[in-house]
């Protein structure tokens, strides 16, 4: 009904007309039809595809002048609304008494009202169409509630009816029930999570500021409770058996979710045999279930320093899909032949059942490949697959860093709890050499799952990593130049331009604020329908299938190598059924991935801050990480950051953003991203993950 109104209204010959005039012109007669004709076009008004001009007559919102946006709400009251255009349009000024009850982010049907010169626009907010902030987290005093990450200036009251039972100073989860444009919210308590007091309620403030789930609805467990806890002898038809095969997994030490596993042989023509075995989670999670929309929902597993919220339950991710040793488990492989030079000569992709021989750790493998004696007599099975994996890592890596993969040098913390649950250290994740071979490993199984499936066009999810802000890498080249190095913007730019940058500032004063001037200059790589390559690691292909237990477009892309490799189905229904559910697919798992990334990053701000307490007035060395207009922050090797604000300066200071420099105005002394300092610890406040410090000289 919806599409059959847009096209009459949106046709050549369309004149305006009134909603029974249009329903005529429709031939809707029947009066269940009119009334979801009546109810259709509704909708359609308010949700900003149409509207009335001022004959009380239909047409198109573009003809009313009706656009949709974003406001940008400024603190002096006014706001601009950003344009859902393409191509882009200029932003619409919304003056103070135009905006509403809309807030900052919120996504607003409004009308333009004044243009000017073609490019300024002036205009009205309609309604809101999608709130920003529907529910906050924070903690109850006297009849409000306060969020502790709130840089919004709103008043978030709780109606005394709704106060029954609430002690100050409880943590609570509560919807917004009512919004106003002198920015006090009404809102409705949906629990309380504790006591400001309790113990790990920091945590539980974050999960639910993010609605993260802990637990999994009943009808998940009930169906999970129905699947079998070990793999069973009808599970083995059609599939390839492998469990003869020297085929185990390496991981962290404390790893329970074992995704991949791996085999590799030297074949009689000297190239490579390399089996890259995941588990087989799709088996298990089909499509529809209550299982599969639940990991949908979640998208992602979620790692907060001292906890996992899981994206399937444990009795899958750690039970019947995790590859655990000395026990049968269903895979999926990726076979891939390669030679000497690194190239993929052949592949097969197959149903597998694997027998993982051993769980391996990243530090076994390492001291095996550093010459343990002891480890080598205890895996001797393994020791010449060890060394063929290493060997084939390196020809891989070195491909790769030929075709322009960029390789961003990062520094892994690793928070260290006692008995209490108390942060007792921080140390950083050593990378040895068997982290880079599973990455190399990796990385070319989700390269060739990717490329079959571009090469035969069938719809599919893609991991894409688009080319880099033109404005920001210009940025970069012009920041370079200014430090000493003369390199030129090419024309083209491509990212073996960016590797030869890097190489020139390692092992330099300048390696750390190169490296993160042009991290932020990239793209943030997210899922798509579209394979639009993955600038970052220069494939022309690439997609997410090594990790189908912790992230739904792996579990995706094993369900689409079911449907159209081992099931045979590319009809027409499939395709169209497929293609019709990636966009959003993509674009759900995309935000799940960022909210998690967001969450992960404040709990580890909250406990790295919360180590730190009771050393307030220590002396430390760290490095300037981030210069800022009102300030810089300080790194210390265990990747600890904290701020220098300028109020705190022993000098006036002139902050030199071109060069990325802060300048005393009396002493002409430098400070420059990468520089050693010393830093004395002022304050902490764990609950927001900040960390105070000032210069010492």
Known sequence: MKDLILNYIKSDNYQPLDARELGNALKIKDSKLWTQYLKTLNELEYEGFIGLNKKDKYQTAEKLGIIKGTL?????????????????????FIPRSAIGDASHKDYCLARITKRSDGVRYEGVIIRVLKRSLEQIVGEYFQGAIFPKNMNEDYLFKVKPQNRSGLIDHSIVKAKIVRYSPNKIFDCQIIEVLGHATDPGIEILEVIASHDLVIDFPKAVKDEVSKLPITVLESDLKDRIDLRND???????????????????KKLPNQNYELGVHIADVSYYVREG????????KRGTSVYLADRVIPMLPRELSNGICSL???VDRLTISCIMEINPSGTIVNYQILPTVIHSFAQMTYKKVNKILDSDAALIQAYQPLVKSISLMNELAKILNQLRSQNGSINFETIEPKIIFDENGKVKDITIKERGVSEGII??????????????FDKVELPFIYRIHETPDKEKIEGLFTFARGIGYPIKMPKVLSQKHLQELLLKVEDTKFEKVINMMMLRS?????????????YGLAFEDYTHFTSPIRRYPDTTVHRLIRTYLFEKKTDQRTLNHVASIMPDIASETSKAERKAMIAEREVLDMKKAEFMMGKEGEIFEGVISTLTRFGM?????????????ISSFKEAMEFIEEKMTYLGIASRKEYTIGMVVKAKLLGVNPLKGQVDFELVE
């Not at 943030?524 to 394979?531: D, L, P, Q, R, V």
């Not at 300080?634 to 600890?640: H, Q």
């Open 72 to 92: 940008d709400l400024k603190k002096q009251g006014f706001g601009f609304l950003m344009r859902d255009s393409e191509p882009p349009m200029p932003d619409v």
């Open 439 to 452: 990455e190399e490993f990796m990385l070319i199984a989700n390269q060739t799952i990717a490329a079959h």
């Open 246 to 264: 020297i085929i185990f997994t390496i991981d962290g030490d404390d790893t329970k979710d074992i995704d991949d596993a791996i085999s590799i």
């Open 633 to 645: 922050f300080i790194e210390l090797p265990n990747t600890v950051e904290g701020l220098v604000h």
């Open 324 to 326: 655990n040793p000395n």
């Open 289 to 296: 279930t209550e299982l599969d929309k639940e990991a949908l």
């Open 522 to 534: 990239m793209a943030k790589a997210k899922y798509s329908e579209h394979n639009l390559g993955h």
